[in-house]
């Protein structure tokens, strides 16, 4: 798996984004992702849709390489780390979060995010909220209008079209204002809404192997 990043300006602080999905706070040692959506492959099995498991796995692998890459102190979640409670796929969370016992997990709940007193023991969890602020930029997982501070999100699962002479690529991306960084879902398995991401943004597309700003 290749790792390209590139760095970005927030409220006066430096912020690496990946293509891999996640984007890392140095100063704050903090890797950031958002739309997991543990459960969901388990959730479709459960209800007679055939998914390969393999799609979470993939997911948490890609999870690791960036813990070796990185180093990362804790994760800031923002937002629906689950998918649909708790099922089969929790628990394989669970047994491959037991790696990292180091590593804080901070969760911004999301609208997925139905977590229960039991589940919540189970998941490790260092502590949840529905927002969280850290010098002066406010983690949640779905943009809030009423809030004036800079705002890093998730939930929309952006993506971008680029039209070519060929054909139509949709690449996921981050998406960045002058009041929010939308962030793309961490998730493979997850659709892409070119519609609903900010206008008039700066929007990183990637691939697998580059990130491009437009």
Sequence with gaps: MNIATKN????NKIFTLTNQRALFWEKERALIFSDL??????HFRKNGIALANHIMKN???RLS????????????IVGDLLHAGNNSDVDEFCAWQNQYPDIKFILIEGNHD?????LEKKLCLDSRSLSLEIDDITFVHDFDRSNPKF???GHIHPGFVINSPVKRIKLP??????KQLLLPAFSEFTGLDTKNIPKKGTYFVFTDSEIYQI
């Design 8 to 11: 970005i300006t927030i409220q």
């Design 151 to 153: 705002q890093i999100t």
């Design 173 to 178: 991306c981050f998406a960045q204002t002058s």
């Design 37 to 42: 959506h543990i459960g969901k492959t388990a």
């Design 114 to 118: 139905r977590i229960s007193k039991t």
């Design 59 to 61: 997911d948490l692998e």
């Design 65 to 76: 390489i960036l813990i070796e890459n990185f180093q990362p102190e804790k994760f800031i």
